[in-house]
């Protein structure tokens, strides 16, 4: 059980285009979902938390109206760059949780802006 | 600002050899310690979760302990094998019920058989 999963994988998009990532939980309802962004060889960096159904809450640093978060579900939540540009570059993983302390991670999402 | 630390960056050895992963953390009030694994390219898995009560955790070849005052965590894995290579994580929640989890940069592990 406890399995989240991220659609799309992979995606290369031109460098001003929109992209969207979604984070799903497959086998639980996440009251809240996080999604995080990771540069080689760098950890993990919160961006933003998202509670179903309420605004996202964004880390320090981190433009809220590049990085366009909807929970609109307990089982989705979305994340759209905007006008990305090559160093948006990166991989993205969402987690979820339904019960504090565990969080699910899904498999993440490698973005290439070119 | 909580910062965790993890040391080595990389580390390789020899298949079989029992090997110790540091972590490191400035602030002390937290509210757990989470160790995990990420495959290259793929997402996390959870591998050993310490409350901050308690000691120590094991799973079956992996031992992870937690010395909250000094601030600092080990994960020890046990006669290691090629299939334990992967980049090990180590992250920590701040007390106070919030669920952000601070995470380290990880160190690679490569089993060499």
């Known amino acids: 059980g406890a399995v989240v999963s991220q659609h799309p994988s992979w995606v290369i998009c031109k460098s001003g285009t929109s992209v969207k990532i979604e984070c799903r939980s497959l086998d639980f309802q996440a009251t809240t979902m996080f999604w995080y962004r990771q540069f080689p060889k760098q950890s993990l960096m919160l961006m933003a938390t998202s509670n179903e159904g309420s605004k996202a809450t964004y880390e320090q640093g981190v433009e809220k109206d590049k990085f366009l978060i909807n929970h609109a579900s307990l089982t989705l939540s979305t994340l759209t760059v905007t006008s990305a540009h090559p160093e948006d570059s990166s991989f993205y993983i969402c987690s979820a949780t339904d019960l504090p302390p565990e969080q699910y991670f899904g498999p993440g999402t490698r973005l290439t802006v070119t | 600002k909580q910062e965790v630390t993890q040391i080595p960056a990389a580390l390789s050895v020899p298949e079989g050899e029992n090997l110790v992963l540091n972590c490191s953390f400035t602030?002390?009030?937290?509210?757990?310690l989470q160790w995990f694994r990420q495959d290259p390219g793929k997402g996390l898995t959870s591998l050993l979760l310490i409350q901050s009560s308690q000691r120590e955790q094991t799973s079956g070849r992996l031992n992870a302990s937690l010395d909250k005052s000094s601030g600092r965590s080990t994960l020890y894995i046990a006669a290691s094998q090629p299939g334990d290579s992967a980049t090990y994580l180590c992250?920590?929640?701040?007390?106070?019920?919030?669920?952000?989890?601070?995470f380290g940069k990880g160190t690679k592990l490569t089993v060499n058989p």
């Open positions: 992250a920590v929640r701040a007390q106070g019920g919030s669920e952000k989890l601070v």
């Open positions: 602030d002390s009030a937290i509210y757990n």
